[in-house]
């Protein structure tokens, strides 16, 4: 039995990506990739290993602006990124966000700073200081992880019993040529920047090789009833200090060989995890 619905289609809003780069990558894309993951290598799940073209994630986090949000460091977001289904070929595949002995759930946790210039009520741009994040499989047997906000906007993950979450892989940055922005139009965060991945569970990624470059683009279906604010419309109104909660918008990914691909496919390889871009609308 699976929790979110999800689909192929193009989804329009905000844009978050996720690039992985070894070092060597090109601005420009060309052609998406299969990818072939092994959930049982965590012990967490019977779920065999999948081939999949694309996959669906939900958004959860929390972006603090402070009187001051031009001071280098000064934003702080904290939150979680949670894998809701794979499809190949526009047909679900896996056992992702299911339960039962076969299911599991997938969930990247991150923190990041920032600094932002404010032109007016609700509009700001900026960029990245820093960024640091560590994706987790865990056992869905006893249930299902959610999520929640307390009083003043921090957002926090609450696991089922015998969850045993497992690392697969950490992020830092920002890295690499990724566009580095954080903005704020309308109340709504947008956001760019790339990451340096350092895979812990090697055995979990199957295909590609570890020695591919690749991009992965999120397509989110947003709209402004998953997102907050403490004090309420704060986002909006420009009242500082303020928390922006961003309360579990979904959408779909796509993993993409950078340009010259036929190049990327047989020389480069896969050694950067990162947000190309996140826009909530």
């Excluded at 689909?7 to 990739?33: E, F, H, I, N």
């Excluded at 940055?173 to 569970?201: E, H, R």
């Excluded at 991009?215 to 907050?228: A, I, K, M, R, W």
């Excluded at 909006?236 to 309360?247: A, F, N, R, S």
Aim: hydrophobic share 40%.
């Amino acid at each position: 039995m699976a929790r979110y619905g999800f689909t192929a289609a193009s989804l329009t809003g905000a844009v978050l990506g996720l690039a992985l780069a070894a070092g060597v990558s090109s601005g420009a894309q060309a052609g998406t990739v299969n990818f072939t993951w092994d959930p049982s290598v965590t012990g967490n799940t019977t779920a065999g290993s999948f081939t999949a073209d694309r996959f669906g994630i939900n958004d959860w986090a929390s972006i603090s602006l402070p009187s001051d949000p031009s001071v280098t460091g000064s934003v702080t977001e904290n939150g979680f990124l949670e894998i809701s289904g794979f499809t190949y070929q526009g047909h679900p595949v896996s056992t992702v966000d299911q339960m039962g002995p076969a299911g599991y759930g997938m969930y990247e946790a991150f923190s990041a700073t920032s600094h932002v210039t404010c032109s007016s009520a609700g509009n700001c741009t900026g960029k990245f200081d820093s960024i640091t994040a560590t994706l987790y499989l865990y056992s869905t047997q006893n249930g299902y992880a959610s999520y929640s906000f307390d009083a003043a906007g921090n957002v926090s993950i609450n696991l089922p019993s015998g969850a045993n979450p497992i690392a697969l892989a950490t992020e830092t940055g920002p890295a690499g040529p990724v566009a580095n922005f954080a903005d704020i139009t309308g109340g709504v965060p947008g956001a760019s920047v790339g990451v340096q991945f350092n895979p812990i569970l090697t055995s979990f990624f199957q295909a590609p090789p570890l020695n591919l470059v690749l991009d992965l683009e999120q397509v989110f279906s947003n709209t402004t009833g998953v997102v907050g604010g403490v004090p309420s419309k704060c986002p909006t109104t420009g009242v500082l200090p303020c928390v922006i909660e961003i309360k579990g918008g979904g959408g779909n990914a796509d993993f993409l060989v950078p340009e010259p691909a036929s190049l990327a496919l047989f020389s480069v390889g896969l050694a950067a995890f990162g947000f190309v871009r996140r826009r909530l609308a």
